[in-house]
């Protein structure tokens, strides 16, 4: 046992992040409904962890109770080590909807983290603009959210979050309402950037796809109530390509682990109607 | 071709009032239009001895500023914290939704009776008027506030002031000036009331009651003329401030 005890010590020391039988019910008048139940897992630092499963099998609401933006119903979720209590500045999170301030340029959208946190004018303009050159905007500094495409905000998102330095990047479904070409520019961004910046990403999607193509490991969701139905490490160099033998024989493995999960959620909101 | 179609019918409508005074030939009814203009003309002479126009005209706005800053001041901090905390909307709602329908003129006789014949009365008949559009309009404001912007500034580290101070304020500021505008509409309406209360010896609205009493027609008018393009100017001017820094509003898809 005590070996046992030992491993898992040194398991704990290597995350960052750790979900302990994270349960959520959302309670309304009529009904309750079991969100997520009884889900495990962690996250290691550096780690690239993606989260696939069918819609509406809780994995935003699981990412968004990391974000501390929901509450638990039961159990906990811990942040090296400490239980996170409401959201915080090192989960920073980007999301699928446009989140951009709209009355700010693209500048200040960047700099309001740093702005929160009382860095002067000077310098969290300097940090801003790094990252801005990171993700590949210069020269837009003073252009509002109005005037760029969906892509184009959806990375200054992405900047946002980077330049307020979060220990974890957050990401519910990012490029979920881009267009396929954008989609894998971003996709290649992103790793740039993660690789750069070694940060530790937790993502959040439906494409499998795009979680081998991105992931160090990939977790399998079940239909609702979100169970964790298998974690498959992706032992694959980067770049990825998506038409190797070994991508696809990933895609497979997972789809295949999916179908069923699609089919019962196609099959309770069929009973459901 | 535009502008013609613009003033043909303000024209058209001075030639019948022009004709409708020399038909009737009764300057108590309608007065001659170039008696009006000729008032209008030369603001700087006194009438009837109670000053000129442009006089009477600046009491007037001074009124309608003050009345109106003490709306804004009350009104839109109250409105953003209805609309942003529940509770303090549970206190006041009910409170609000009261008095938010008794027209500013019924307040009169409290008003006198609370501040007595004065300046005071007047101002708080302003305020009255003005109070509830800032007020109501900053409260909608705060709530079309979309819910992911709080929570995508939280998950940056923001707190309760940051939230207010950098997402409520500015996103709601497009219909707190719209607010104003409209409360600057209503106190302008106000002060004129105001002005024609018991006890009142100048501005534009005490100007038109006397001259009402000394059957001046042509000063009646002519103060009327000047009400409108003031009430004129100033919606356009507020309206102007609202397309010049919140372009963002309405290009934000």
Not at chain 1, 1 to 27: G, P, R, T
Not at chain 1, 207 to 212: G, K, L, N, Y
Request: aromatic share 8%; hydrophobic share 45%; with cysteine.
């Amino acid at each position: 046992m005590e070996i046992f005890d030992k491993i898992k010590l040194v398991f704990l020391m290597s995350a960052i992040l750790e979900i302990k039988n994270v349960v959520k019910k959302f309670i309304s008048e009529k009904k309750e409904v079991l969100a997520v139940d009884n889900v495990n897992f962690y996250v290691k630092h550096n780690e690239f962890l993606s989260i696939v499963g069918p819609s509406g099998c809780g994995k935003s609401t699981l990412l968004r109770m990391i974000a501390g933006l929901e509450t638990p119903t039961s159990g906990e979720i811990l942040m090296e080590g400490r239980k996170i209590k409401g959201p915080g500045a090192e989960r920073g999170m980007v999301f699928q909807q446009y989140t951009l301030l709209p009355w700010r340029k693209v500048l200040d959208n960047v700099a309001i983290g740093l702005e929160i946190k009382g860095i002067p004018k000077k310098e969290r303009y300097e940090i801003s603009r790094k990252f801005i050159k990171m993700i590949g905007l210069e020269g837009f500094e003073d252009s509002y959210p109005y005037e760029l495409s969906g892509g184009m905000q959806q990375r200054v998102a992405i900047g946002r979050t980077l330049a307020n330095d979060p220990k974890i990047v957050l990401m519910d479904e990012p490029f979920g309402a881009l267009d396929t070409q954008t989609r894998t520019i971003l996709q290649n961004e992103l790793l740039r950037i993660w690789n750069k910046d070694k940060k530790t990403v937790l993502f959040v999607t439906h494409s499998v796809d795009e979680a081998i193509y991105l992931s160090d490991r990939v977790i399998i969701m079940t239909a609702r109530p979100g169970r964790i139905k298998d974690i498959i490490p992706i032992d694959l160099d980067r770049p990825r390509k998506r038409n190797s033998m070994e991508f696809i024989e990933y895609k497979k493995k997972i789809v295949d682990k999916l179908k069923d999960e699609v089919l019962k959620t196609y099959n309770m909101n069929n009973y459901s109607i | 071709m535009n502008i013609l179609k613009k003033i043909i019918m303000p024209l058209l409508g001075l030639l019948l009032w022009e004709l409708l005074a020399i038909w009737l030939n009764n300057p108590v009814i309608i007065p001659p239009v170039e008696s009006v203009i000729n008032i209008l003309m030369n603001p700087q002479t006194s009438v009837l001895g109670t000053g000129n126009l442009i006089e009477n005209t600046i009491v007037s706005i001074k009124r309608v500023i003050s009345g109106f800053i003490i709306a804004g001041i009350i009104g839109i901090p109250l409105g953003i914290f209805m609309g942003y905390f529940s509770t303090i909307m549970d206190l006041f709602d009910t409170l609000i939704e009261l008095l938010r329908p008794i027209p500013p003129l019924a307040w009169v006789p409290l008003a006198l009776a609370w501040f007595g014949i004065g300046e005071t009365s007047m101002l708080f008949i302003i305020f009255i008027g003005a109070f509830f559009p800032i007020l109501l309009n900053t409260i909608a404001g705060v709530k079309s506030v979309p819910k992911i912007l709080i929570e995508s500034i939280e998950t940056l580290g923001a707190k309760e002031k940051d939230i207010l101070l950098k997402i409520i304020l500015p996103a709601s500021s497009p219909s707190i000036l719209t607010g104003l505008r409209v409360g600057a509409g209503i106190a302008w309406m106000c002060v004129v009331a105001a002005e024609m209360l018991p006890g009142s010896n100048s501005g534009l609205g005490y100007l038109i009651m006397y001259a009402y009493s000394l059957s001046r027609m042509d000063i009646v008018v002519a103060s009327m003329v000047i009400i409108g393009m003031i009430g004129l100017i100033l919606d356009r001017g507020l309206k102007y401030l609202e397309n010049r820094y919140f372009k963002w509003k309405s290009l934000t898809k």
